[in-house]
Nanobody, 126 residues
Framework: QVRLVESGGGLAQAGDSLRLACVVSGDSLRSYTAGWVRQTSGKEREFVAAHKRFSSSVYYAYSVKGRFTISRDNAKNMVYLQMNSLKPEDTAVYYC???????????????????WGQGTQVTVSS
């Protein structure tokens, strides 16, 4: 069973940086597309970023492009999300997710991901 565990969330002020980490166990991360999705209470999940398997291709939501960077270390089974220039609107629970065989046209669709972490809260104050 694939298990994902996020860490690195917390409190930040606008303009600060945070780095989220996600450790994957139960299978090799190499075989999975990995992504980050966030959710604010009362709102739908919002795609943040993804890193396609067997590729260097990365994808970002327009709202975070240029500020956030997704990376992965397959040898360590780790996925990271570097978040710079944080804004109050980045406040959310951030989930790490992974899936096999996700086609490019679906990579921004949370329903395409099979495995999810429990989430880590990020709160950005103004």
């Amino acid at each position: 069973q694939v298990r994902l565990v996020e860490s690195g969330g917390g409190l930040a002020q606008a303009g600060d940086s945070l780095r989220l980490a996600c450790v994957v166990s139960g299978d090799s991360l190499r075989s999975y597309t990995a992504g980050w999705v966030r959710q604010t209470s009362g709102k739908e999940r919002e795609f943040v970023a993804a890193h396609k398997r067997f590729s260097s291709s990365v994808y970002y939501a327009y709202s975070v492009k240029g500020r956030f960077t997704i990376s992965r270390d397959n040898a360590k089974n780790m996925v990271y999300l570097q978040m710079n220039s944080l804004k109050p609107e980045d406040t959310a629970v951030y989930y790490c997710a992974s899936g096999m065989g996700i086609i490019t046209s679906s990579i921004r669709d949370g329903a395409a991901y099979n495995y999810w972490g429990q989430g880590t809260q990020v709160t950005v104050s103004s």
